[in-house]
């Protein structure tokens, strides 16, 4: 029960590896030219794997809410991954380097000049931006490092009070990152088109981090398992993960099908804004790949429940997904960014490089706890789940 995961010589000199190559890829991109291009790369990647670290907080907040029995034992990689959030912070303030780059609002001659920007300044403008960005980053971290505290303590004490506590924190959780991961959501990538709005590209987005923040766990799940860390690890448990990734794929696809039919329908130019440059461009095949692989796959590849529990397909619909998280927020970004549709160096290393910073990150912090919650009041049944 005190066994703690160990990160190997040979898996440290990757992670560094990717994350120099990362580091590299972004210098280079900035000095050739391609300095709209690197910025857009940098926030999508940022975006990227912050999503994926607090959707992992909000699966962990909805397991202690419904104390639910079967994923205790695996709380740890949650925890681990809500750790990314902190570098992210610090990766983000360095955007606000290049918000010239991105955003036309921040542009005060635009504006000016822009009836529907003017409008919107007293909300779009860089001071009250950068104090929602820091209070949005400043909740995420302290709730999510609370409820990591707390479970230590558990850990080490034993009994129901400290669990009690988790829960009570999770509840609130929940609601402060519904409201702020929307706000957060409308201010870094809708407002790449301040003339266009969407009243469900907030729940997209919102949905977007669960889904696929419960698709890294169970990858980073497998992966452990494969290495003999959760030997009471059994088929059930490979099913309840696959239905996670497989209930949430159809939550994703409803509200894309739902923002994409509604404007579609009622073909008002302020809101067909969005898919025009989408659909009759370059960027077209990838406008359906985006509803393909984050739907279409997952959704029959997993309905087979032979598929659902074997670990190693589902680490193969898991590796799927995260091309199809990427391709779902470079449609979101690209368009409103470069005018131009290519996958280049940009593209792949700085992909590199921050997924080489979060697997480092996560297996940091899993090497400084214990992999098992020893005192979770529902540990036993986790262990037991069939």
């Known amino acids: 029960m005190e066994k703690k995961v160990k990160v190997s010589r040979g898996f440290i000199i990757i992670v560094s590896v990717l994350v120099a190559y990362g580091i590299f890829t972004v210098i280079i991109g900035f000095t050739t030219g391609n300095t709209v291009r690197t910025w857009a790369n940098l926030l999508l990647n940022n975006y990227y794997f912050m999503s994926v670290a607090i959707g992992a907080a909000f699966w962990l907040a909805i397991q ?122 409308i201010d870094w990538l809708m407002s790449l088109d301040p003339h266009w709005y969407s009243t469900i590209y907030a729940v997209k987005k919102f949905i977007m981090a669960f889904y696929h923040g419960a698709t890294i766990i169970t990858a980073i799940v497998i992966i452990l398992y494969f290495k003999g860390y959760f030997p009471d690890m059994n088929k059930t448990h490979f099913l309840d993960f696959s239905r996670y990734i497989f209930a949430l794929s159809i939550i994703w696809a409803y509200m894309w099908l739902s923002q994409y039919l509604l404007i579609w329908y009622a073909n008002i130019p302020e809101e067909t804004i969005y898919y025009v440059p989408r ?71 700085t992909f590199i490089g921050y997924a080489g910073l979060f697997a480092g990150v996560v297996a940091w912090s899993l090497s400084r706890m214990n992999l098992i919650p020893k005192n979770h009041p529902y540990l036993m049944e986790s262990i037991k789940h069939h």
């Open 64 to 185: 202690y809410i419904t104390q639910s029995g079967w994923s205790a034992q695996f709380i740890r990689i949650p925890q681990a991954m809500s750790d990314y959030l902190i570098v992210s912070f610090v990766l983000w303030t360095f955007m606000f380097f290049g918000v010239h780059h991105l955003y036309e609002w921040t542009h005060l001659e635009e504006v000016a000049n822009d009836p529907i920007l003017l409008h919107k300044q007293p909300y779009l403008n860089i001071p009250f931006f950068a104090i929602r960005y820091t209070l949005f980053f400043g909740l995420w971290i302290y709730f999510t490092q609370r409820i990591k505290r707390l479970s230590t303590l558990e850990d080490k004490y034993g009994g129901i009070t400290y669990f009690k506590k988790i829960e009570l924190n999770s509840k609130i959780f929940i609601y402060v990152f519904a409201i702020t991961f929307s706000l957060f959501s």
């Open 279 to 349: 659909i009759m461009s370059d960027y077209k095949p990838y406008f359906y790949a985006e509803l393909l692989i984050n739907w279409l796959f997952p959704f029959l590849f997993l309905m087979w429940n032979r598929v659902a529990k074997n670990p190693y397909l589902l680490l193969f619909a898991v590796l799927v997904l995260i091309v199809g998280q990427w391709v779902e927020l470079y449609m979101s970004i690209m368009p409103n960014t470069t005018n131009l549709h290519k996958i280049t160096y940009i593209e792949i290393g």
